[in-house]
């Protein structure tokens, strides 16, 4: 097996040490170790609580003293402080106990990116294979973040040199970030404390000087076997090698060993071509195989050239096509899966959820009243998995006054199924059979639903997102509480399992989470999974509003306009029904000639509150003639009612309403 190394001519010089090492329990200044979270060659790394600020914090300990190993560690420190990037790990300390030089670093979280691909790698794989191929478009979801993450690196005259799956980390958020930056190495052009050390004129072995071989040798470019004329072109190797390995689920020079690596300098001997190999894979390929060049000016010029030709293998948005008379805005009605292309505003949650899916079998979705929570799955998280390539359904299910029922129709409803395509392994007879007797089978065998649809997973070889909306509904509506622990069991059923192709995500209304405590079993799954949804942000409902105007190829006059909108909606509960309602009447008034959303347009609609006000009146006078009172009970804060103090926006006088 070919093992991580950082190689020299020279053995390290050691310095003396006497005092013993910290261990879990031990307290290094305000700092409290907790436990060891890994251990290498050089040093510890422990979990720890910050006392000072109540948070927790990774330890970097260097136990190896060498000047060696001391001057890497400050190159690691100033690196990483230099760095100061949204994927780049967070340094907050540099320091010394007993002798021991210490960096506390951000605490990440996760996972790293090897083990999630160790974690996808078949179990009959052989010793060539990496992980399990993953779709062009999540290749490219995940390594976009390290490639922006390099371009702040170079940027700041950074090089990591050691770039590969281990120092990629991915958080439980969704955010993925790099790590480790132990032999990263300055531009020649750059002045600091760590340049001037590997050029000590004290004649010490230099860390990173000319000559030197150093890397992780399966991610090594030529220029690193040679040790010399390293640059950034060094780490957009690394990254091709890796983007090999998830498109294609193994090293280019697979399987390895030494003699295949030694060969990587050699510079007329080129890599193996995915273009060659899998032109099905089209522009990844050639991206890949001009990383992969041996020599560097055949490869990107740039971290940012290469983040370039990445950008557009997003899975992504298209433009928004519109009728004369159609709408980017939803108005208050609830976004659906279809409105996907001008939902924006929740980039962050959403890919903090899809990377808990991937380990989690079941998320619930928890907010206030009028947060979005429906909206965020029905057009975001469902579109985003169906984007990934991976292969992905959606069941939608609400429990209404009959849960158990609505479960049976999931056999019952050819149509219902994903595909229309019947359930693999249904219960025997269900095709037609009366739902009450599918029913009476699911009470007596909680466990069928997951089955059933697992066995239609794997014949169908997709994945399938069972998502139950209005989740609190099982309590507002009166269920009985044994029809509510039928309705759990069978959930817990179809998330019991990591590892199964099935997810399921409820969305519930905060209020309702300690109305479930009574269901011990399935607060104890659900906890596990629990995601908080905030409310909107200033710079979310920006995109929200910006967004769809532009995806529409439309402009705002006046930037105030903007500003206007997101002031009015600061302090205002449930703001993202509001600004798409707003926004969907000054779309109605815009300069259809000059594609302009104009500043009179929104000072004659008086804003949000004269948006609302005038909808307001429409909807009483309608009311009044009709004979019926009128439901807006109230008209500051969130002006609009909401049923029951439900997620439910009532509109009108027909009481017709919409889940946000």
Not at 22 to 51: K, N
Not at 561 to 576: H, K, Q, V
Request: glycine share 10%.
């Amino acid at each position: 097996m070919i093992r991580d190394t950082v190689m020299s001519a020279s053995a390290p010089s050691s310095l003396s040490r006497v005092d013993p090492l910290p261990s879990a329990g031990a307290c290094i200044g305000h700092y409290e170790l907790l436990r060891e979270l890994g251990r290498g060659g050089m040093g510890t790394v422990f979990l720890a609580r910050d006392t000072r600020l109540a948070r927790l914090v990774a330890i970097k300990l260097l136990t190896r003293l060498s000047r060696r190993g001391l001057q890497r560690f400050l190159i690691e420190a100033q690196a990483t402080a230099r760095c100061k990037h949204e994927h780049i790990v967070t340094i907050h300390d540099v320091n010394e106990h007993d002798g021991y030089p210490y960096m506390v670093l951000e605490y990440i979280e996760g996972q790293s990116l090897r083990a999630w691909m160790n974690q996808r790698r078949p179990a009959n794989a052989g010793e060539e294979a990496s992980t399990a191929p993953v779709p062009p478009s999540l290749a490219v979801d995940m390594m976009v973040p390290v490639v922006r993450a390099l371009s702040g690196a170079h940027a700041s005259g950074i090089i990591h040199r050691d770039l590969k799956p281990e120092n990629i980390m991915l958080e439980a958020s969704g955010a993925i970030k790099v790590v480790d930056f132990g032999i990263a190495k300055l531009r020649e052009d750059e002045t600091s404390l760590a340049l001037a050390m590997e050029r000590s004129a004290a004649g010490e072995p230099r860390v990173t000087g000319e000559g030197a071989v150093v890397g992780t040798m399966p991610y090594m470019s030529p220029e690193q076997w040679k040790g010399k004329d390293i640059d950034q072109s060094s780490d957009i190797w690394a990254v091709g090698i890796m983007l090999h390995e998830l498109v294609i689920g193994a090293h280019p020079l697979a399987p390895l060993n030494h003699a295949k690596l030694f060969d990587v300098a050699l510079l007329d001997e080129p890599m193996p071509s995915v273009g060659a190999h899998h032109p099905e894979l089209g522009a990844i390929g050639a991206i890949i195989d001009r990383c992969l060049c041996k020599r560097k000016s055949e490869r990107f010029a740039s971290a940012q050239e290469l983040l370039t030709e990445l950008l557009p293998l997003l899975p992504g948005r298209r433009e928004i096509l519109l009728g004369s008379d159609d709408s980017p805005f939803a108005g208050l009605s609830s976004f659906q899966e279809a409105d996907a292309d001008r939902f924006f505003g929740r980039a962050q949650d959403l890919a903090g959820v899809a990377a808990r899916l991937r380990s989690q079998p079941l998320l619930a979705i928890a907010g206030a009243s009028g947060v979005g929570k429906s909206s965020f799955v029905r057009a975001g998280v469902i579109p985003a998995l169906k984007r990934s390539g991976e292969g992905w359904e959606a069941l939608v299910l609400r429990p209404g006054r009959e849960p158990m029922e609505a479960l049976a129709h999931l056999f019952n409803r050819a149509a219902a199924t994903p595909s229309a395509a019947p359930l693999a392994a249904a219960p025997q007879g269900s095709a037609g059979a009366d739902t009450a007797l599918v029913e009476r089978r699911l009470r007596a065998e909680p466990g069928l639903l997951g089955a059933s649809l697992r066995a239609w997973s794997d014949g169908a070889q997709r994945r399938l997102l069972l998502f139950i909306d209005q989740f609190e509904e099982l309590f507002t509506l009166g269920t009985p509480a044994g029809e509510r622990e039928a309705f759990l069991a069978c959930l817990a059923g179809v998330a019991d399992d990591a590892s199964s192709p099935l997810r399921v995500v409820l969305a519930v209304r905060a209020d309702f989470l300690e109305r479930l405590a009574e269901h011990e079993r399935f607060v104890a799954i659900m906890t596990r999974g629990l995601v908080f949804l905030r409310p909107m942000g200033r710079e979310g409902l920006r995109e929200a509003l910006m967004r769809p105007i532009e995806a529409a190829r439309h402009e705002i006059e006046d930037p105030a306009i903007i500003e206007g909108f997101l002031d009015a909606l600061a302090t205002t509960r449930g703001a993202l029904p509001l600004l798409q309602f707003t926004a969907a009447r000054l779309w109605e008034m815009r300069d259809r000639g000059r594609r302009l959303l104009t500043r009179a347009s929104y000072e004659a609609l008086g804003g949000v509150a004269g948006a609302l006000a005038s909808h307001a009146d429409t909807v009483l006078a309608g009311s009044c003639q009709s004979g019926r009172g009128s439901i807006w009970t109230r008209c500051s804060g969130s002006p609009i009612s909401s049923s029951a103090g439900g997620d439910a926006w009532c509109l009108g006088s027909s009481r017709r309403c919409r889940s946000w």
